[in-house]
């Protein structure tokens, strides 16, 4: 089965810590995208990949990092300095089209 | 600044009846809308696009309308189903962002289809 899968669904933390988010495609996308959502919020852009070994900041960078080192995987690192890292975070890809297909999503909590 | 706008965010419809959501841009350059469908605590999940040369677009119960003249478009769902009941996103792909890749998202319309 092709498709994009984030791991774990639900996250828990305590402040100060860095966590890592799991982003795996089989879809042999080229390009690779984190959102983050909150509460009555739309969709905002934290980074994206267009190739391996490349990587732009979005919208709202600061506080998160990533990496690009396979074209299967582009893992989120949230860190300690991210002021309000609480939210619903979801990883896309993307082929040659337009279409972003999305992972179920990972729930982070951080107490 | 937002480049694209869903002005209603919700909407009740009625089992068996049409629910149109609307979708607002800023941006003369975007040359392709998305619609995205998403339940909580699930990825959106792709519904129906149409490219800015096209004025409309249909895929079974769904129908994207494009009026560039105006920005705007709109989905139609016909008839709508309970199942429907989702928030559903509208994006735009500027070509001239540097990366057309990139989308530029709505906030979303939570919809509700009422037995």
């Known amino acids: 089965d092709g498709g994009i899968t984030q791991s774990p669904k639900y996250l828990f933390r305590k402040e100060g810590q860095n966590v890592t988010l799991s982003c795996e495609q089989n879809?042999?996308?080229?390009?690779m995208y984190w959102y983050r959502q909150d509460p009555g919020q739309g969709l905002r852009l934290i980074y994206y990949?267009?190739?391996?070994?490349?990587?732009q900041k979005g919208d709202i960078a600061e506080g998160y990092s990533v990496s690009r080192e396979k074209k299967e995987s582009f893992p989120l690192t949230v860190t300690s300095a991210q002021k309000n890292p609480t939210a619903f975070y979801l990883c896309?890809?993307?082929?040659?089209?337009?279409?972003?297909?999305f992972g179920p999503g990972t729930r982070l909590t951080v107490t | 600044d937002q480049q694209v706008k869903q002005n209603s965010p919700s909407l009740s419809v009625q089992e068996g009846r049409i629910s149109i959501l609307n979708c607002d841009y800023t941006?003369?350059?975007?040359?392709?809308f998305l619609w995205y469908k998403k339940y909580p605590a699930e990825g959106p999940t792709f519904l129906i696009s149409?490219?800015?040369i096209k004025d409309k677009n249909e895929d079974g119960r769904f129908t994207v309308f494009l009026n560039k003249s105006a920005k705007h478009l709109s989905l139609h769902i016909v008839p709508s189903q309970p199942g429907d009941s989702a928030v559903y996103f509208c994006?735009?792909?500027?070509?001239?962002?540097?990366?057309?890749?990139?989308?530029?998202w709505g906030l979303g319309t939570s919809l509700a289809v009422n037995p």
């Open positions: 896309a890809s993307s082929g040659r089209a337009y279409e972003q297909y």
């Open positions: 941006n003369s350059m975007f040359d392709y």
């Open positions: 994006a735009a792909s500027d070509p001239y962002a540097g990366n057309n890749r990139k989308l530029i």
């Open positions: 879809l042999n996308h080229d390009a």
């Open positions: 149409i490219s800015s």
């Open positions: 990949s267009q190739i391996v070994n490349d990587f």
